[in-house]
T-cell receptor
């Protein structure tokens, strides 16, 4: 079945460390997105990519980085510059908007 | 500023009762509209979407939503709630002038179902 796979489901990071969250899709979607979810704030866009080797900052890109070397993959790195990284991270993909958006099951990152 | 508003942070409803969740948006152009549901610790599942045409949209799990342009609203309804409907619900919008559409979300409404 086609879908989006995020790994790991839970991730613990020490302060000052970079961590990378994985997102893989087999839906043949061109666009991929990373959202951050905090209680009471809905989902906020971190980065998005419309095509391979191209990506754009979203509303809260500071302290994050991404790459898009393959159509299927859009990993997110949470750097030590991100001051409050503890959150639930969701990856999504879409064809043009009329095709809808598919979400992964998320990664919960906790700084310890 | 463009925004999506879900006025109700938390709703409690009895099992078998009707449910209505409100969503208002502020965009100049006609947006694409979505409702998603999220169970604790899970991703988002699409309930329904509106792009054009009939303003009453049917979705999965017995949900429907009505687009009212004059009120800039896209409220979600279910005639009879089941205990399994307890979850968080998000309204989301894509502005159609943005061909690759960034999905913008409301803050969510938490639904609690009581016996």
């Amino acid at each position: 079945d086609g879908g989006i796979t995020q790994s790991p489901k839970y991730l613990f990071r020490k302060e000052g460390q970079n961590v990378t969250l994985s997102c893989e899709q087999n839906l043949n979607h061109d666009a991929m997105y990373w959202y951050r979810q905090d209680p009471g704030q809905g989902l906020r866009l971190i980065y998005y990519s419309q095509i391979v080797n191209d990506f754009q900052k979203g509303d809260i890109a500071e302290g994050y980085s991404v790459s898009r070397e393959k159509k299927e993959s859009f990993p997110l790195t949470v750097t030590s510059a991100q001051k409050n990284p503890t959150a639930f991270y969701l990856c999504a993909s879409s064809s043009p908007p009329s095709g809808g958006y598919t979400f992964g099951s998320g990664t919960r990152l906790t700084v310890v | 500023a463009q925004s999506v508003t879900q006025p109700d942070i938390h709703i409690t409803v009895s099992e078998g009762a009707s449910l209505e969740l409100r969503c208002n948006y502020s965009y100049g152009a006609t947006p694409y509209l979505f409702w998603y549901v999220q169970s604790p610790g899970q991703g988002l599942q699409l309930l329904l979407k509106y792009f054009s045409g009939d303003t009453l949209v049917q979705g999965i799990k017995g949900f429907e939503a009505e687009f009212k342009r004059s009120q800039s609203s896209f409220n979600l309804r279910k005639p009879s709630v089941h205990w399994s409907d307890a979850a968080e619900y998000f309204c989301a919008v894509v502005v159609t002038t943005d061909s690759w559409g960034k999905l913008q979300f409301g803050a969510g409404t938490q639904v609690v179902v009581t016996p």
